[in-house]
């Protein structure tokens, strides 16, 4: 248990249906990422947010729609996916200090496996 | 951020020791190498971090050389539960939350009885 949960932890769905990802974590961290991992891929960032404003999009498809209403929540919404967005989903936090030199480790979530039929 | 190599896979015996290379012959003075590893189907997890000094926690000891285009990542007593993907990330150690982790295709390590 790394303190970040996601929820669901399986999901599949048909390319017209919306949908959505949750992610929560009550570390007290204050920036939240979204990676996405397809089979035998690395993970690719997707979604920075730092105290809930989106700080980094990585040119991901609009299909895509992330949501941070506060520190402690994480949203993915899908809506239109295709086949070939089926991967491992995962959210990871991080508390930034007040010392610009000092590293937080990323802690990660278990993943949300989504299968696009 | 320096690019890193290391093997697609490793073999180790269960009990032996671990010795994860990683090549990062770009490394910059300002940058860090960090070590994750990802068990199957979970999210990745923090091992151990450094900069140019060699680091040891209870999960795993960090040796970097002098000259910081290597380092070694070593798990003194590999067990079954340490069969994973691990990652070796160089990345300036900035306190912004847009210096997140990229990660490459690390290496697979097997830990047999």
Same mark, same amino acid.
């Given at each position: 248990?790394?303190?970040?949960?996601?929820?669901?932890?399986?999901?599949?769905? &048909?390319?017209? #249906?919306?949908?959505?990802?949750?992610?929560?974590?009550?570390? &007290?961290?204050?920036?939240?990422?979204?990676?996405?991992?397809?089979?035998?891929?690395?993970?690719?960032?997707?979604?920075?947010?730092?105290?809930?404003?989106?700080?980094?999009? #990585?040119?991901? +498809?609009?299909?895509?729609?992330?949501?941070?209403? #506060?520190?402690?929540?994480?949203?993915?919404?899908?809506?239109?996916?295709?086949?070939?967005?089926?991967?491992?989903?995962?959210?990871?936090?991080?508390?930034?200090?007040?010392?610009?030199?000092?590293? #937080?480790?990323?802690?990660?979530? +278990?993943?949300?496996?989504?299968?696009?039929? | 951020?320096?690019?890193? %190599?290391?093997?697609?896979?490793?073999?180790?015996?269960?009990?032996?020791?671990?010795?994860?290379?990683?090549?990062? =012959?770009?490394?910059?003075?300002?940058?860090?190498?960090?070590?994750?590893?990802?068990?199957?189907?979970?999210?990745?997890?923090?091992?151990?971090?450094?900069?140019?000094?060699?680091?040891?926690?209870?999960?795993?000891?960090?040796?970097?050389?002098?000259?910081?285009?290597?380092? %070694?990542?070593? !798990?003194?007593?590999?067990? !079954?539960?340490? %069969?994973?993907?691990?990652?070796?990330?160089?990345?300036?150690?900035?306190?912004?939350?847009?210096?997140? !982790?990229?990660?490459?295709?690390?290496?697979? !390590?097997?830990?047999? =009885?």
């Amino acid at each position: 248990e790394t303190g970040v949960t996601q929820t669901p932890r399986h999901l599949v769905m &048909g390319m017209t #249906n919306k949908k959505s990802l949750k992610c929560e974590q009550h570390l &007290g961290h204050n920036a939240m990422y979204w990676y996405k991992q397809s089979a035998k891929k690395p993970l690719e960032l997707m979604f920075v947010y730092s105290l809930e404003e989106r700080v980094e999009n #990585n040119s991901v +498809p609009s299909r895509f729609s992330p949501e941070c209403p #506060n520190s402690s929540h994480l949203f993915l919404h899908l809506h239109t996916l295709q086949p070939e967005d089926s991967a491992l989903y995962l959210c990871a936090s991080r508390r930034l200090a007040g010392d610009p030199s000092s590293y #937080n480790e990323q802690f990660f979530g +278990p993943g949300t496996r989504l299968t696009v039929l | 951020d320096a690019k890193t %190599t290391q093997p697609t896979s490793m073999d180790c015996a269960e009990g032996r020791a671990a010795n994860l290379p990683c090549n990062h =012959s770009t490394i910059s003075g300002n940058e860090y190498v960090y070590w994750y590893r990802q068990i199957h189907s979970q999210g990745p997890q923090y091992i151990i971090h450094g900069l140019k000094n060699n680091e040891t926690n209870e999960m795993a000891s960090l040796i970097i050389t002098e000259d910081r285009k290597s380092s %070694t990542l070593i !798990l003194p007593h590999a067990t !079954l539960r340490d %069969t994973a993907v691990y990652y070796c990330i160089v990345r300036v150690a900035r306190n912004q939350a847009g210096t997140a !982790l990229i990660f490459g295709k690390g290496t697979t !390590l097997s830990v047999s =009885s």
